[in-house]
């Protein structure tokens, strides 16, 4: 009986992984590209469009809407690079804050600095629920994600700090 009840968790699991790989691998539909053009002392461009193109003193960047960095190169995307850390969101278990890694506008990697920690089942939902929020936000590149069926708290936590450390990134 418990061999049953194992497997049809992990088939249960899969299938909820599945679902989330389908999700978010639909395309998403945007506003048509407009575009602003800068020249000047290394800022880039930007619109209220979807993309924004500008030039920096020694290169040419590309941009996302309303993003602004600098640049010293010829890249695509916006120029902004580097970590940010999201505000550390209150939950009814414990805090959780996440770290982005940006690099030339797109996020390459969502680290979680503290997950949920009232008792050892909190802390065991959120280890099981990091590495699919993680790869969600990749994926979405964004906060608009999936929450972990059964990881309620933990997956709230969680988008409310990654939208704030993307909104201090300028995404």
């Known amino acids: 009986m418990r061999a049953r009840i194992i497997a049809g968790g992990v ?13 978010g691998g639909q395309t998403a539909v945007t506003a048509p590209a407009q575009q602003t053009t800068t020249s000047g002392s290394g800022t880039t461009g930007t ?16 941009g996302t809407a309303g993003s602004s960095g600098t640049g010293t190169g010829t890249t695509s995307g916006s120029s902004a690079s ?40 909190s802390v065991q939902i959120s280890q099981q629920a990091a590495p699919i ?26 988008t409310t700090s990654l939208q704030s450390a993307i909104d201090k990134a300028g995404l």
Do not use: C, H, M
């Open 11 to 23: 088939v249960s699991s899969i299938a909820v992984l599945v679902i989330g790989w389908q999700l």
């Open 47 to 62: 619109s209220t469009g979807t993309s924004s193109s500008g030039s920096t003193g020694t290169g040419a960047t590309s």
């Open 82 to 121: 580097g970590t940010f850390a999201g505000d550390t969101t209150q939950t009814r278990y414990g805090p959780v804050q996440v770290q982005i890694t940006v690099a030339n506008g797109k996020i390459t990697d969502v680290t979680a600095l503290q997950l949920t920690n009232s008792d050892g089942r």
């Open 133 to 158: 929020l993680r790869q969600e936000a990749l994926q979405a590149q964004s906060a608009q994600i999936q929450s972990v069926s059964g990881a309620t708290f933990t997956s709230e936590g969680y």
